[in-house]
């Protein structure tokens, strides 16, 4: 994989990257009020973390656990909080989301690129809405679901094919309107945040 954008050239470089952007807000964070430690979070890290996430980060948490790590490690310092505190009550309060959710997050944005054909014709035949494999009007069907083909390996469940519509057949029927209201109703609806920060948004 090649990120050239970010100057990254292997996968295997992003925890390097990001060690040195939570170096930057350790050395910075007591001179600095917490918008300023915030933007420096959604500079020097939240690019790292999502730039092409969906082609990357379905895979195994052991193989994501160092970034993980990284990011609660620079949630902590953001909060001045102590080394072993727990980060789940950070996150919330600074309503910023956890790579895992990050990861659903991008998965379920581009089967929303889908599902509205946003997507270049290559991606055209990626998925099969369950309503065309059978006549039935099941549940799956009726709420616009896509058909999980079988796989027995594990190369297989990470693939976006397999992820993408599990993500997208998980959304509950009081979501089953997401892909009307559009993209800003459709980030509060995937996951249970209080408010999702998106810097794009605030331009």
Known sequence: ??????????????????????????????????????????????PYLTYALTTWGNTYVTTLKSLITLQKKGIRLISFA????????????????????????????????????????????????????????????????????KVRTNYGKFSFRYVGAKVWNSIDDKQYLKYLLGYLMFFALCLPMPRIYMPCLYL
Not at 8 to 31: D, E, M
Not at 102 to 131: C, R
Not at 139 to 145: E, G, N, P
Request: proline share 5%; net charge positive.
């Open 82 to 149: 102590e080394f072993r505190a727990h980060t789940s009550p950070l996150f919330s309060h600074l309503e910023i989301l956890k790579l895992s959710d990050l990861i659903f997050l991008n998965n379920a944005l581009l089967m929303y690129d889908f599902h509205e054909n946003n997507l270049p014709p290559v991606f055209h035949d990626f998925f099969t809405p369950v309503s065309n494999v059978h006549k039935y009007n099941t549940r799956l069907a009726s709420k616009d679901s896509y058909y999980i083909s």
């Open 1 to 46: 994989m090649i990120l050239t954008s970010l100057g990254i050239t292997t996968y295997s470089t992003l925890p390097r990257k990001l060690k040195r952007s939570v170096g930057i807000l350790a050395k910075t964070r007591h001179y600095l009020p917490i918008s300023i430690r915030l933007q420096l979070y959604y500079t020097f890290i939240y």
